[in-house]
């Protein structure tokens, strides 16, 4: 099922992070419905800042990884859409080819910076991001699904201007809205959602107020949760410890129960499948 048929359906999605092919098939095969392309993610991954550091094309590359690996939908965080309309409208070109039928576009400017660094970042007129909204829907076609990301919350602006920016933007033609909030507790995002009266579906983003219950996101009419950036953060987290493990005890006794074993790897890149392939074609 694709993400905007799970939006019809007002089904409750959990969405997870994942940022290059091994990160996606993890992601699919612990269970999730849909995957979250990080854009922060993503760059890290590459060893670059949140600034569209990285090009739009190299995003598509990583992209390209996880639909070939993975058969849950994907929906790719598109930053501030890589320049104007018309680069929208190329972005989303460019996923309709690898099948990738979901972004989700913030109201930043180009280039944008990811939204827990700094205050008050500025935001894109509102027209200039709605033209951006019809563009990337004209280009989609139905089965394509645009989020529209309203940053106004975090960047310092009031409710009622974040209510005003979402329903724009719902006139444009989003599929769904993101409110983003950096609180430490839900307080904004249910106020938001109280106010929004289920007018179009609802993501939210709680790595700040991660106390959050999942039961009062769904109570609060918020059905679609982004876990945005927890795989690359454990994985950061692991590779030092392990590094750091072997580069001080120059042994690898301490390490090898607490990492994955070849075969789970293997199993994870069809090693095996291979060897079937390999029987069959090259006997
Ligand atoms: C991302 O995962 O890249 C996001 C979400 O945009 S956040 O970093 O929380 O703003
Ligand atoms: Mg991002």
Redesign the pocket.
Known sequence: MNIQQRLARGDNTQFM?AHNGLSAKIVEHVGFEAI?A??????AAMGLS?RNEASWSQVINVLEQMADNTSVPILV?G?SGFGNYLNVIRFVKKLQQINVLAV?I?DKMFPKV???IGENQALAPIDEFCNKIKAAKDTGGSDFTVVA?VEAL?SGRSMEEALERAEAYKEAGADAILI?SKKADASEVFTFSERWGGKLPLFA?P?KYYKTEYKEFVNHGISNL?W??HLIRSSVRSMKETAERIFKEKSLVNVEEKVSSLEELFSLTNERYMDDLEAKYNP
Do not use: P, Q
Request: net charge negative; glycine share 4%; with cysteine.
């Open positions: 992070e979250w990080s854009g922060l993610s993503m760059s949140d965080d930053d989700c913030e990811n939204s827990f990301r975090i983003h983003v790595t982004i945005a950036n």
